[in-house]
């Protein structure tokens, strides 16, 4: 990075945000860049200068960076000195992680589909234009005095900006011929006499896209005349910091093996006491570790949930015992070699796929009581096993609860409520309702669920009357109980596992064991 920068700048004015991406304090080298800033507002027609008679302006500031070794001079807005900043519509969507998983599925699944990726340029500038008054103090010498600019177009730093572009994608792609999902406002589909043709999901300035050529022709052609595109890339991408690729199945893959690479251990003196509190910089290098855990955990590495929320939890009181347990869950973790989510290509015969679920509870396995549940949703072919991850989560109880009955219900409401709100998204792109499978290892959760008996807890009467509701109206077609040494869910909930290493192979392979099928197999699903 410093081999890229001019004299002016010293390695001290340098702050690394990651690998890739280097935040550059002293600007002056940066003359070419900002210029060419300035220039692309005036392409956009961003702002007009007018005279300063007084009006409330917002001043602003260069952000200077270097990303492979490429040099951007970004201006910003200090958008927290506006004075309606109180009153402004701020909140602006973007795509769900299991969305996207549930797109790729529905791409691996369809022969004639393509897909890639569109990085639109100073995506905020082509937003919709502004619907107030907003004044900008010019930087220094690139206006005369006592000049302002009167912005017309949002700018980036304006809180009120992210939703003026997300509200001119939106009407964009409504214009031509997407609809927006229900459940999700950064999933777009296309359809034609009720057939979907092609799926799009935007998260900020990216749009991810697969379908049709006639898709492809009607709306990414579409977009493309309509916004400035910087770049457009087909399959194998980079999107969202993972690596996307296929192989000739058509099966896809989202890889963070690069990332898990980087993954290294707390270094700490093996001598100290275990007791002993560490230090805030040990504590700093802790906190990293644990959130490149916690980054794994929710892109591609299950297993490492539990672990890296615990350690979270702990970190204000973290002792050298903790540093050694840390640097052991990162040896495991570095032992899988690879940290991929393969999404198969299910079969043609979707009256064969269904969504399961995984659901499990461990009871009072926190010093102060609270019970850790867990669970994932997997779409899947209940014949050949194949299997696609969908999404999965590793928390803690909203409250304390008093017995494992209680636990369990908890546990399964939270995940039935996600592989419904995944079932909404899958149907709006296929307009087909695949059913919902929950399975539990909790006998007493599986008859509760099937009786009509009162319980005597009146709190849990309520959790357990929601999934009798769902059972009984199809929302969730059936519960099954099964043997705990089929219970996935339960590498999510607790330390001790005695199979750590098969959630990760099922979803990293995209296909369920043999017994797994054999079980699916033997169920008369309806």
Not at 10 to 35: G, H, R, W
Not at 43 to 62: C, L, S
Not at 348 to 353: K, Q
Request: hydrophobic share 40%.
């Amino acid at each position: 990075v410093t081999g890229a920068l001019n004299l002016k700048t010293q390695v001290s004015d340098i702050i690394p945000i990651s690998d890739e991406v280097a935040l550059v304090l002293s600007s002056d080298s940066f003359e070419i860049e900002k210029l060419e800033e300035i220039k692309n507002w005036e392409k956009f027609g961003v702002f007009e200068e007018v005279e300063d008679v007084g009006q409330h302006f917002i001043t602003t500031r260069w952000v200077c960076t270097i990303r492979d070794n490429i040099r951007k001079a970004r201006l910003v807005a200090r958008g927290f000195e506006d004075e309606n900043v109180d009153t402004l519509v701020k909140d602006s969507p973007t795509c769900s992680r299991e969305a996207f998983r549930i797109m790729l599925c529905v791409y691996a699944s369809r022969e004639d589909w393509e897909c890639g990726v569109l990085d639109i340029k100073t995506a905020f500038l082509q937003g919709f234009p502004l619907n107030r008054t907003v004044y900008l103090k010019p930087p220094c010498g690139f206006s005369g005095s006592n000049k302002l600019w009167k912005l017309l177009k949002p700018v980036y730093g304006l809180k009120d900006a992210p939703r003026r572009w997300y509200d001119r994608v939106k009407f964009e792609l409504l214009s031509l011929g997407c609809r927006v999902n229900p459940q999700d406002s950064c999933v777009f589909c296309f359809l034609k006499d009720d057939i979907c043709l092609g799926v799009l999901s935007v998260h900020v300035d990216d749009f991810w896209w697969a379908g049709t050529t006639v898709f492809k022709n009607s709306v990414i052609d579409g977009l493309m005349k309509r916004f400035v595109v910087k770049s457009e890339s087909q399959l194998p991408f980079r999107y969202l910091g993972l690596n996307l690729t296929t192989d000739d199945r058509k099966y896809c893959f989202i890889d963070q093996t690069d990332y898990l690479n980087k993954l290294s251990e707390v270094t700490i003196d093996k001598s100290r006491k275990k007791s002993e509190p560490v230090s805030e910089k040990e504590r700093t290098a802790a906190r990293g570790v644990v959130g490149q855990l916690l980054w794994l955990g929710v892109q591609t590495m299950p297993l490492v949930c539990f672990e890296a929320s615990s350690f979270g939890s702990l970190l204000p009181q973290f002792t050298v015992e903790n540093v050694h347990a840390l640097n052991k869950v990162v040896r495991r973790t570095k032992m899988f070699g690879e940290a991929v989510i393969c999404l198969p290509k299910l079969g043609n015969d979707p009256e064969s796929w269904l969504i399961l679920v995984f659901c499990d509870a461990s009871l009072n396995n926190f010093a102060d009581g609270g019970t850790q549940a867990g669970y994932l949703v997997f779409f899947c072919h209940r014949f050949t096993g194949k299997s696609a991850v969908l999404t999965w989560r590793s928390h803690k109880l909203r409250r304390i609860v008093k017995s494992t009955l209680d636990a369990e219900t908890l546990a399964a409401v939270t995940a039935a409520d996600s592989a419904i709100y995944s079932q909404k998204l899958i149907s709006d792109i296929f307009q087909y309702e695949f059913p919902i499978v929950l399975l539990t290892d909790s006998r007493s959760l599986f008859s509760a669920i099937y009786s009509t008996s009162l319980i005597s807890d009146r709190r849990l009467r309520i959790d357990l009357g929601y999934m009798r509701e769902l059972v009984s109206t199809k929302l969730v077609k059936e519960v099954l109980w099964i043997p705990a040494k089929f219970q996935l869910a339960d590498s999510l909930t607790k330390h001790d596992r005695k199979h750590p290493e098969r959630v990760q192979r099922i979803v990293s392979e995209g296909f369920f064991p043999e017994e797994y099928i054999s079980l699916l197999k033997s169920v008369n699903f309806p």
